[in-house]
Nanobody
Framework: QVQLVESGGGSVQAEGSLRLSCVLS????????MGWFRQAPGQEREGVAA????????YYADSVKGRFTVSQDNAKNTLYLQMNSLKPEDTAMYYC???????????????????WGQGTQVTVSS
């Protein structure tokens, strides 16, 4: 059974930084695509960043380019999201997701992904 567990969320002031982690277990496939999404109250879940495990590259929403960095450690089955220069509008529940398929570019479309974590809350105060 595929499971994803996020951690690293918290409360920070604007211009602060956080690093989110997502541990993947039970995955039995080869190449995969993983993404970070976020959802603020009353809003739809939106794609933030995505990465392919077999050289599919990294992809970012325009709103986070230059501030967020997605990376992965395949040996640890862990996905990361380094978030710098945080803004109050980054406040949301952050989710990671995976699909057992190579893609280039890796989509930021939430409907494309197969498995999801439970989320970790990020709150940025001004």
């Amino acid at each position: 059974q595929v499971q994803l567990v996020e951690s690293g969320g918290g409360s920070v002031q604007a211009e602060g930084s956080l690093r989110l982690s997502c541990v993947l277990s039970g995955y039995r496939y080869g190449c995969k695509s993983m993404g970070w999404f976020r959802q603020a109250p009353g809003q739809e879940r939106e794609g933030v960043a995505a990465i392919g495990s077999c050289g599919g590259g990294t992809y970012y929403a325009d709103s986070v380019k230059g501030r967020f960095t997605v990376s992965q450690d395949n040996a640890k089955n862990t996905l990361y999201l380094q978030m710098n220069s945080l803004k109050p509008e980054d406040t949301a529940m952050y989710y990671c997701a995976v699909r057992g398929q190579f893609a280039a570019p890796v989509p930021l479309d939430r409907q494309w992904y197969s498995y999801w974590g439970q989320g970790t809350q990020v709150t940025v105060s001004s």
